[in-house]
C-alpha cells in the first residue's frame, strides 16, 4: 500500500523554540496533505488541509501563525510549531491524499505520527 | 472537528471471542471508514465503506452502515492478541476526515 513517513518520530525541545515535522509520501503523489494532533486517549483533530502549492486551510481554533504549513511539493509537507509551549505537546500526525495505483482518490494514508514534547 | 460517537469507549474479550464497536455521525457522508491505532502510533487503514453500501467484508472484519440511521458498526470475528488496538471510526465528507472517539480493545490470551 501508499506509505507516508514522518521526521522525525519524536522530538523533545525547549518553550520557546521553533520544531519543523516532514511529511513525505514515498511511492505516490499527494495532492492534499493533512495535518492532525492527538492528546493522550483522545481521538485525531483535524487542524489544516494543505493542497501543493497553495496556502493551508486551517480548522477553526486553530492558530495559523503558530502552526505554519507549508506544501511545497507534490511529495512533502511540513508543519513548524513556532516558539513551542508546553500545552503544544501532543502527537502529530499527518496523511496524504492522492491516487496510487488502485487506492482510489478518497483513502487517506497515515504517516507514523512525531511525539513532540515541549519542557 | 469530531463528527462521531463510539461506543463502547473500550472492550476486553478472550481470544477468539468476536468484538463489535459502533459509531454513530451526525451529517451526510460520502463514505465511512475504519482505522486501527496501536499505542503510540500511526493509523493503519482497515476499511471503507460508500454511503451506498449496506455491508463489506474484509478477512475478519465487517463493517456495517446504515445511512438511516446514521451508524455503523465494525466486528472483528476470532479475535487475536494482535487486535489489541484502538479502532477509529471516521467519515468522509466533502473531503475531510473526521473521526470518532474511539474503542480501545483488549483481547487477553
Known amino acids: 500500500g501508499a506509505v507516508v513517513s514522518q521526521h522525525p518520530s519524536r522530538v523533545i525541545c525547549k518553550s520557546g523554540t521553533s520544531v519543523k515535522i516532514e511529511c513525505r509520501s514515498l511511492?505516490?503523489?499527494?495532492?492534499?496533505m493533512f495535518w492532525y494532533r492527538q492528546f493522550p486517549k483522545q481521538s485525531l483533530m483535524l487542524m489544516a488541509t494543505s493542497n501543493e502549492g497553495s496556502k493551508a486551510t486551517y480548522e477553526q481554533g486553530v492558530e495559523k501563525d503558530k502552526f505554519l504549513i507549508n506544501h511545497a511539493s507534490l511529495t512533502l509537507s511540513t508543519l513548524t510549531v513556532t516558539s513551542a509551549h508546553p500545552e503544544d505537546s501532543s502527537f502529530y500526525i499527518c496523511s496524504a491524499r492522492g491516487l496510487a495505483g488502485a487506492t482510489g482518490y478518497d483513502t487517506q494514508y497515515f504517516g507514523p505520527g512525531t511525539r513532540l514534547t515541549v519542557l | 472537528s469530531q463528527q462521531g460517537e463510539e461506543d463502547p469507549q473500550a472492550l476486553s474479550i478472550q481470544e477468539g471471542e468476536n468484538a463489535t464497536m459502533n459509531c454513530s455521525y451526525k451529517?451526510?457522508?460520502?463514505?465511512l471508514q475504519w482505522y486501527r491505532q496501536n499505542s503510540g502510533r500511526g493509523l493503519v487503514h482497515l476499511i471503507l465503506i460508500r454511503s451506498n453500501e449496506r455491508e463489506k467484508h474484509s478477512g475478519r472484519l465487517r463493517v456495517t452502515l446504515d445511512t438511516s440511521k446514521k451508524s455503523s458498526s465494525l466486528l472483528i470475528t476470532a479475535s487475536r492478541a494482535a487486535d489489541t488496538a484502538s479502532y477509529f471510526c471516521a467519515t468522509l465528507t466533502d473531503y475531510k476526515l473526521s473521526f470518532g472517539a474511539g474503542t480501545t480493545v483488549t483481547v487477553r490470551a
Open positions: 451529517t451526510s457522508i460520502n463514505n
Open positions: 511511492d505516490f503523489q499527494a495532492t492534499t
